[in-house]
């Protein structure tokens, strides 16, 4: 398998020096983001997003399992995040590289540690059987902030979701197909989301959503994953630049005005696509939804 | 009408294309050629890769014998001889399957295989790779219900006749000579060749088919190749547009 091309000698100097210049290569200012470009399939639980030439799939699928013995009151929440060749040649298919650790990593602390999928909800009957909801994540395009665009993605369509309706009848649950019951959305309980910071010349310049080869010449990263009420989920530091603690508040400060601006263009993508789907305005009497 | 197709769509990839058909939208993507690894180098020819993956879940035996059924036919319509020592990775992402899929009750990755198969056959093309021939495929059901075999069928027509009492699957290069055949459920010699006939009318012949109805899409008459060379020409028309150009 081929390696990643690295970046050239005089490239990384064209860059480092344009930095130095307060210039980047696609003209952005510092702290902003490529355009995000946020689409649903037809099917319920699918997120096309497109960061820059970035492009990630989640897609959300759903079955009836076993509860683990030690969780009973819980569904069971997995996100599988597995590379391509599509990507970049240099992924080989069953060697997970050090990206792709990273990248699951990050999207499993971020979204399924800080909770935010209410799991309990997605139980049937405790101890025998519950929900197994599985985030599939597709890198289809690989052009740097591929945690950041996954993130999205994966929330995305987590708020896009319906489960099929469930009846219980003591020790006998029937899942109700599509045609019988509205499908009802999962219980979300916040909206995490990645900001990941690239830090050059020793941590004197950091740039918001660097793209490949930005990501080439880079220094270090830190990955801030926060939800839009402030509420920071993790931080993560790779790479080996040290970090003044200062410049780490500011990144949180930073990372809260994105996170807020990206969810309410998440927000704003999941309603237009229902009131497309929404036509003739049934979908509220349709709906099998209790108020929380 | 044919399949919807977006060609050479990806950044990074050398090739790709978006096939959509169906309900089935499959993405594409082929590098090549490229650096091989010595374990599947060739001296005198180009190893080829195929990679399926599924749009939930992980790789299982299903998507191996997928990968095996391409391989081989890919590999018949690629000039290996002309790239040795190289390698040609072809990674087919499904991204979705039509509702109801499962519960047509017959072996889905058969349903599956000609519209992997033609999107790969799009992707190597969006890539430039020696090709000696092309190939289209198409599925055909026989169902006691249906008067005729049914021509790539949609998962709601395969519903309506359901049961099915075989499916056929059949890939035709550019000669009319027949590059693949996968076949599955009970049927006699002659059903079979009066399958293959009318794929080889649906995936060959320019300009329409003959024979009964259950050809038609949407009151039109698909033809393969027909597609694919439309598919080809407004590739050409759009790379050369700089020469057009007045």
């Not at chain 1, 997003?49 to 569904?75: C, H, M, N, W, Y």
């Not at chain 2, 072809?90 to 979705?96: D, E, P």
């Not at chain 2, 599956?112 to 198409?138: C, D, G, K, Q, R």
Request: aromatic share 4%; proline share 5%; hydrophobic share 40%.
């Amino acid at each position: 398998m081929p390696r990643e091309t690295e970046i050239s000698v005089n490239e990384r100097a064209f860059i480092q020096q344009a930095l130095q210049e307060n210039l980047r290569l696609d003209g952005r200012a510092f702290d902003a983001f490529r355009p995000l470009e946020l689409t649903f399939g037809d099917e319920y639980g699918v997120a096309d997003v497109q960061l820059g030439k970035t492009r990630v799939i989640a897609r959300i699928s759903v079955d009836v399992a076993v509860p683990p013995p030690e969780r009973k009151f819980d569904g069971i929440f997995q996100i599988i995040a597995e590379f391509s060749p599509m990507a970049s040649p240099a992924f080989e298919v069953g060697r997970p590289s050090d990206a792709e650790m990273v990248l699951s990593r990050i999207l499993e602390k971020a979204i399924r540690r800080s909770n935010a999928l209410d799991t309990e909800s997605l139980c049937i009957i405790a101890g025998l059987k519950c929900f197994a909801l599985r985030a599939d994540v597709h890198i289809i395009d690989h052009d740097g902030g591929l945690v950041d665009a996954s993130c999205i993605a994966v929330m995305a369509a987590l708020q896009h979701f319906r489960r099929p309706d469930v009846v219980v009848e003591g020790e006998k649950a029937t899942i109700l197909s599509v045609r019988e019951r509205e499908p009802i959305p999962l219980s979300i309980l916040h909206q995490p989301l990645c900001v990941s910071f690239s830090y050059f010349e020793d941590g004197e310049i950091f740039l918001i959503d660097a793209n490949l080869s930005e990501e080439q010449v880079r220094n270090a990263e830190i990955i801030v994953t926060m939800n839009k009420h402030g509420e920071v989920c993790q931080i993560a530091k790779y790479g080996g630049a040290t970090v003044d603690p200062l410049a780490l508040l500011n990144c949180t400060n930073v990372a809260l005005q994105k996170v807020k601006e990206m969810s309410k263009i998440i927000q704003g993508k999941l309603e237009a696509d229902a009131k497309k789907r929404d036509a003739g305005g049934l979908m509220a009497e349709l709906s099998a939804e209790n108020e929380r | 009408m044919g399949p919807e197709t977006i060609l050479s769509h990806l950044h990074r990839a050398d090739g790709s294309a978006t096939y959509t058909y169906n309900g089935y939208s499959i993405i594409g993507s082929v590098n090549g050629p490229i650096e091989v690894p010595r374990r599947d180098e060739h001296a005198e020819e180009a190893t080829i890769e195929v990679n399926v993956r599924p749009a939930v879940g992980v790789g299982s035996p299903k998507e191996r014998h997928l990968e095996t059924l391409l391989h081989n036919t890919l590999r018949s319509i690629t000039l290996i001889r002309s790239i040795p020592r190289t390698l040609v990775q072809i990674t087919l992402q499904i991204r979705s399957l039509p509702e109801g899929e499962a519960a047509v009750g017959v072996n889905s990755s058969l349903t599956l295989l000609p519209h992997l198969l033609n999107t790969a056959v799009l992707a190597l093309l969006s890539t430039s790779v020696p090709l000696a021939t092309i190939a289209t495929s198409v599925l055909v059901a026989v169902s006691p219900k249906a008067p005729t075999p049914l021509l790539s069928p949609t998962a709601t027509e395969l519903l309506r006749v359901k049961p099915i009492r075989s499916i056929h699957v059949f890939a035709f290069s550019g000669e009319r000579k027949l590059l693949l055949n996968e076949s599955d459920g009970a049927f006699s010699v002659n059903e079979w060749d009066e399958a293959c006939e009318m794929a080889e009318e649906v995936c060959c012949k320019e300009g329409g088919v003959g024979l009964g109805e259950g050809m038609d899409v949407d009151g039109q008459q698909i033809n393969m190749e027909g597609w694919l060379r439309d598919v080809v020409r407004r590739k050409v028309e759009l790379e050369q547009r700089w020469r057009t150009a007045d």
